[in-house]
């Protein structure tokens, strides 16, 4: 067990919906890491938070968002739904300085989307 | 921009056999190394890291992993694999500072019995 909870572990939908998947770090953790593991794409880095604020952005789209809460929770919005959107979304989350965190990161189980 | 590449997408090996998975990365500073693994069903775990000091790490489960800074690699070995290896494992880089983590496109190591 990692520390890292991520909810819900399976979600169905249709196309063109919205979701969202909530994270819950380990205790003491300030950053939180968004993942899309795919079969074509690997594992890509979505949006990262610390404390509350944004701090990294990756192959993220515009139809999806994220925030992280003051309790440090972290939520990933879904929205406009297609097909491919449809992955193995996974939450990380690790210790960070104020100079960066040194990459070890604490993943969830995740959250597997499957858009219909 | 960091990448990672990892060389064999599936291997597939006979219990005991012995077991290198290659990895290569760009980048031009000083890089936090790791692997992964993703046991059927399973999240991600960490099998090892380098950060720096002795380019020999050594992780759990038996695996170790040699950082070469010439070849910018840092390849996985293991001895003697079980049945119980079957997994996908992942090489990943960290530069400095905010850079994120990166990770390759994942091995899929099948180790039958």
């Known amino acids: 067990d990692s520390g890292v909870t991520q909810t819900p572990k399976h979600l169905i939908t249709a196309t063109g919906q919205r979701v969202t998947l909530r994270c819950s770090p380990r205790s003491g953790d300030l950053s939180v890491y968004w993942y899309q593991q795919s079969l074509d794409q690997g594992l890509q880095f979505l949006i990262q938070?610390?404390?509350?604020?944004?701090?990294a952005k990756g192959n993220i789209l515009e139809r999806f968002s994220a925030q992280q809460f003051p309790d440090l929770h972290s939520e990933l919005n879904l929205s406009s739904l297609e097909l491919g959107d449809s992955a193995l979304y996974f939450c990380?989350?690790?210790?960070?300085?104020?100079?960066?965190?040194?990459?070890?990161?604490?993943f969830g189980e995740g959250s597997r989307l499957t858009v219909l | 921009a960091q990448s990672v590449s990892q060389h064999n997408h599936h291997v597939i090996l006979s219990e005991a056999a012995s077991l290198e998975l290659g990895c290569n990365y760009s980048?031009?500073?000083?890089?936090?190394l790791f692997w992964y693994v993703q046991y059927p069903g399973q999240h991600l775990q960490l099998l090892l890291k380098y950060f720096s000091g002795d380019p020999l790490v050594k992780g759990i489960k038996g695996f170790e992993a040699e950082f070469i800074k010439s070849k910018f690699s840092f390849n996985l070995r293991k001895p003697s694999v079980q049945w119980s290896d079957t997994a996908e494992y992942f090489c990943a880089v960290k530069g400095s500072g905010y850079s994120t983590l990166t990770f390759g496109k994942g091995t899929m190591l099948l180790v039958s019995p």
């Open positions: 980048y031009g500073g000083t890089v936090n």
């Open positions: 938070y610390y404390n509350g604020e944004e701090r």
């Open positions: 990380a989350s690790s210790v960070s300085g104020a100079s960066g965190d040194t990459g070890e990161l604490f």
